[in-house]
């Protein structure tokens, strides 16, 4: 069983920054994939960014040149710094890390509200 516990969402004004942090604990094999999605109210799920153990990332379009993903490998943590934030970005981001032999975790969520 792998825990993932999300921090550092909140309420900040258009053209602020945010940084969260995620950290899996428990029982878990080599993590590969760690990645950030956010979900809206009343839209799907959508990926935000991604980092491979090997320091690769993708990014939405949305967000490119705005956010920054990162990962300490060694704490098994995952940073999003948001900087630029605008209205659109308001949402629930979620932590979601996948295994090497194929688990996917998902943590509980924080809450980025961005008031324009």
């Known amino acids: 069983q792998v825990q993932l516990v999300e921090s550092g969402g909140g309420l900040v004004q258009a053209g602020g920054s945010l940084r969260l942090s995620c950290t899996a604990s428990?029982?878990?094999?080599?993590?590969?994939?760690m990645a950030w999605y956010h979900q809206a109210p009343g839209k799907q799920r959508e990926l935000v960014a991604s980092?491979?153990?090997?320091?690769?990332?993708n990014y939405a379009d949305s967000v490119k040149g705005r956010f920054t993903i990162s990962r300490d490998t060694a704490k098994n943590t995952v940073y999003l710094q948001m900087d630029g934030l605008k209205s659109e970005d308001t949402a629930v981001f979620y932590c979601?890390?996948?295994?090497?032999?194929?688990?996917?975790?998902w943590g509980q969520g924080t809450q980025v509200t961005v008031s324009s």
């Open positions: 979601n890390v996948h295994e090497r032999i194929g688990y996917t975790w």
């Open positions: 428990g029982r878990f094999s080599t993590i590969n994939t």
């Open positions: 980092i491979t153990r090997g320091g690769s990332t």
